[in-house]
């Protein structure tokens, strides 16, 4: 009897401790939602967490304890989020609206809010790497847009970006493929990537020149022309060919050049060479026809006046 007496009286004792968790975990959650309604959510979000915890180890009969608050923790987490975002701390709203989705789908219980988090957390990426890109910190801001590139291949705008960190990093090679791949995903940014390509070719054309590398000055200005065709790009190319007797090639840089910038400042010049080209490739009528038009330039006149005769330009 003695034995008997003893176990009830263990057992008595488990019930009242148990009731004794249940009401600390009941209290503990009534504490967590007064902190939530005088706007102490990062403290609510603590103690929601611990009710949570506690609830949990007391199986079954504090099921709704546990669901009351695996109902609430991803909401704080998005007003945290949310909060953060205004006031433009990116990695905190990123981290909140994370916790969002790691939460909700851990719980199960929230489909719309991790949807919600999962399209925020991209934008947030976006605009640190935008902020940190405005204030030349290149690599972090590198870091963001890749994020973003890497979760979804097809955000253009993310590559873009991405691209010009690169570019201002000094890496204008890397940046080329990056702005390639933007312009071939997203016809949204094609044009601007073609816009940055066109631009470093230009300047490696423009370096090339200046070392009189010709050939390679060139093949770059070709390739600007091919990304985004520009008057300068055009003038580049028929100077260049000019200077290699790719007479053809030479020709139709200048002309181009002078479609595009019909009041050009080095039009005479130009009208000059065109005259030249034409005349070493053999079509002297052409070449006439623009000689013609410079005879009375006081810095190329007499010189066009000379092949205007030499020529027999009617």
């Known amino acids: 009897m003695k034995k008997l007496a003893l176990t009830l009286s263990a057992v008595l004792f488990s019930f009242i401790g148990f009731a004794q968790d249940m009401e600390t975990a009941v209290n503990s959650y009534n504490e967590a939602a007064t902190l939530v309604n005088e706007g102490n959510l990062s403290e609510a979000l603590a103690k929601f967490?611990?009710?949570?915890?506690?609830?949990?180890?007391?199986g079954e009969e504090a099921v709704n304890v546990v669901n009351d608050c695996q109902d609430i923790i991803p909401q704080i987490?998005?007003?945290?989020g949310?909060?953060?975002?205004?006031?433009?701390?990116?990695?905190?709203?990123?981290?909140?609206?994370?916790?969002v989705i790691a939460t909700a789908t851990e719980y199960d219980n929230n489909a719309d809010a991790v949807e919600r988090a999962s399209n925020l957390v991209p934008?947030?990426?976006m605009a640190k790497g935008g902020a940190l890109l405005n204030k030349k910190e290149y690599a972090a801001a590198a870091l963001a847009f890749n994020e973003v590139a890497e979760a979804d291949p097809s955000n253009g705008i993310a590559l873009l970006r991405l691209g010009m960190c690169v570019a201002a990093s000094g890496d204008v090679d890397?940046?080329?493929?990056?702005?390639?791949r933007a312009a071939e995903i997203s016809p949204n940014v094609e044009k601007d990537a073609k816009k940055q390509i066109a631009n470093i070719?230009?300047?490696?054309?423009?370096?090339s020149q200046k070392a009189k590398d010709s050939r390679s000055a060139l093949q770059y200005a070709q390739l600007s022309a091919e990304a985004n065709d520009t008057d300068n790009a055009q003038k580049l190319i028929g100077l260049n060919a000019y200077n290699l007797k790719q007479?053809?090639?030479a020709i139709a840089g200048f002309e181009a050049y002078l479609s595009m910038k019909p009041g050009a400042t080095d039009k005479v010049q130009i009208l000059y060479q065109?005259?030249?080209s034409y005349k070493n490739s053999g079509d002297n009528a052409k070449a006439c026809g623009y000689f013609k038009q410079i005879v009375d330039d006081p810095k190329f006149g007499e010189s066009a006046k000379y092949m205007v005769t030499d020529l027999k330009c009617k």
Request: charged residues 25%; hydrophobic residues 50%; proline residues 0%.
């Open 77 to 80: 987490y998005m007003k945290l």
């Open 247 to 249: 007479w053809t090639v």
């Open 82 to 99: 949310e909060a953060a975002a205004e006031e433009s701390d990116f990695d905190k709203a990123i981290e909140n609206f994370r916790n």
């Open 174 to 180: 890397s940046a080329v493929v990056v702005y390639n």
């Open 123 to 125: 934008k947030m990426l």
């Open 274 to 276: 065109l005259g030249e």
């Open 49 to 58: 967490l611990e009710t949570r915890t506690m609830a949990l180890a007391l």
């Open 201 to 207: 070719y230009l300047k490696k054309a423009m370096a």
